[in-house]
């Protein structure tokens, strides 16, 4: 019995794990598709959901499955509650990645200019962020998950950055209010995935230690 409950834990993690990829190769294409102003590269991107959608309800059977025949107790049981809160995330990062792709759709129909070099910058920040949490998932550390709830101060910075230069060039040229209101949609998307991010290393703690440290910086200030 014991064997077989480590047996679909390992699986669920991986299944897990699986889309995850999955969700972060879609953000690079999209990012990659706004750059070279690839229309077949977006729309593979926005098909692509479906298939993020399918491995979310596929989690979700097996996190309900997994608890109704195993019953599993303590750190089990915390692995598979954490497991249905950051599938619901890494689903909501897919939809940010379709939803960056749309927007670069409405990109090509508006006059070319030349790609923010700080967007490409906040995507990697931004991937590199998730991809970390997800490691700190997978190693159950939550020292490592404690880290990745600081970094996202940085993509936080950078959207601050984006949007008051993107406001600014609206002002200096009309003509670029339809491209660059379409980019500070997308530098706000990506500030998300950070924050997608650090729910799930807020997540990891919780498994890891029994202790829920999500909103803590919201119940600090509340605090103070």
């Given at each position: 019995m014991e064997r077989k409950l480590q047996e679909e834990l390992d699986s669920l993690r991986h299944r897990l794990l699986d889309m995850a990829a999955m969700v972060e190769e879609?953000?690079?294409?999209?990012?990659?598709?706004?750059?070279?102003?690839d229309a077949e590269a977006l729309e593979?991107?926005?098909?692509?959901?479906?298939e993020v959608d399918l491995a979310e309800l596929q989690v979700d059977e097996m996190c309900i499955s997994l608890l109704a025949r195993h019953q599993p107790m303590a750190r089990d049981l915390r692995f598979v509650a954490t497991a249905l809160k950051i599938?619901?995330?890494?689903?909501?990062?897919?939809?940010?990645?379709?939803?960056?792709?749309?927007?670069?759709?409405?990109?090509?129909?508006?006059?070319?200019?030349?790609?923010?070099?700080d967007?490409?910058?906040?995507?990697?920040?931004?991937?590199?962020?998730?991809?970390?949490?997800?490691?700190?998932?997978?190693?159950?550390?939550?020292?490592?998950a404690r880290r990745v709830t600081r970094e996202d101060d940085e993509v936080d910075e950078l959207h601050r950055r984006n949007s008051l230069r993107f406001v600014e060039m609206m002002k200096g040229d009309s003509g670029l209010v339809g491209p660059m209101t379409q980019y500070l949609s997308i530098s706000k998307l990506l500030e998300r995935i950070g924050d997608h991010g650090t729910n799930i290393a807020a997540m990891v703690v919780y498994m890891v230690e029994g202790r829920d440290i999500r909103h803590f910086k919201k119940r600090r200030a509340a605090g103070e």
């Open positions: 879609s953000i690079g294409r999209a990012v990659e598709g706004l750059r070279m102003r593979n991107v926005v098909r692509r959901d479906a599938v619901k995330d890494i689903e909501r990062v897919g939809d940010i990645a379709k939803s960056i792709a749309r927007h670069g759709l409405r990109l090509l129909e508006e006059r070319p200019i030349v790609f923010p070099g967007l490409e910058r906040m995507a990697r920040a931004s991937r590199t962020l998730l991809r970390r949490a997800l490691d700190a998932f997978v190693h159950q550390d939550s020292e490592m």
